[in-house]
């Protein structure tokens, strides 16, 4: 069974810049969460996706966008980079039934991002 | 809105202690699933207990158990016994099955056991 894996592990941005993380989920699970970790804090939630579609999103403002792909993959992006956009962030996948979710979530390793 | 309280930011105890970390909660849904996560230095979280809101049963785990108890909203977590490898941040976390099912982490509490 292959884990959650995330790409880049680590990257550094300058302000105004944009960026793309990478997710791939846990083999047989249908919905990717993405979550933002600052330092010394606990994850904040961003979104998340289920058949391709955004199944909910967090306090954060619309340049974080997100995609999942057909195999359930998924991509964080974020635009015009802030300071305060520097953090952890955390992919997180789970199987969800139209309409039960049991919410255990598998956690990648996270992409570290600093912005300078 | 849901909320969950770690009131503990760090505890440090030495080797084959007893810890407990405590979790508060908040919600208005009546449904809804509590969590603890293990997140090591490595940065990935781990899985390592759900319960749902109508089991209020306490679980045992090895040298894991957990309190659940609704009356005061708590969800508490102890370590019987704690070793050295159980040196982490956990976290407590909310999920309701509305808006996404997205889950609610607390702040963490980062736990030292030394040797």
């Known amino acids: 069974e292959t884990g959650v894996t995330q790409s880049p592990t680590h990257l550094i941005k300058t302000r105004g810049q944009q960026v793309t993380l990478r997710c791939s989920s846990q083999s047989g699970h249908n919905t990717v969460s993405w979550y933002q970790q600052a330092l010394g804090q606990g994850p904040q939630f961003i979104f998340q996706y289920y058949r391709e579609e955004e199944n909910g999103r967090g306090n954060f403002p619309p340049r974080f966008s997100g995609l999942q792909f057909p195999n359930y993959s998924s991509e964080l992006n974020v635009n015009a980079l802030e300071l305060d956009d520097s953090a952890l962030y955390l992919c997180?996948?789970?199987?969800?039934?139209?309409?039960?979710?049991?919410?255990?979530?598998?956690f990648g390793e996270g992409s570290r991002l600093t912005v300078l | 809105a849901q909320k969950v309280t770690q009131a503990q930011t760090e505890i440090s105890v030495v080797e084959k202690e007893d810890v407990t970390l405590d979790c508060v909660y908040e919600t208005r849904d009546t449904t809804y699933y509590l969590f603890w996560y293990k997140q090591p230095p490595s940065g990935e979280l781990v899985f390592l207990i759900r319960?749902?809101?109508?089991?209020?049963q306490n679980e045992i785990s090895g040298r894991y158990s957990w309190n659940f108890q609704k009356s005061t909203s708590s969800f508490n977590f102890t370590i019987t016994a704690s070793q050295v490898v159980d040196s982490a941040v956990y976290f407590c976390?909310?999920?309701?099955?509305?808006?996404?099912?997205?889950?609610?982490f607390g702040a963490g509490t980062r736990l030292f056991v030394k040797a």
């Open positions: 997180a996948s789970s199987f969800q039934f139209p309409t039960v979710n049991t919410g255990e979530l598998f």
């Open positions: 976390a909310l999920s309701v099955p509305t808006g996404g099912f997205k889950t609610i």
């Open positions: 319960r749902n809101s109508f089991d209020e």
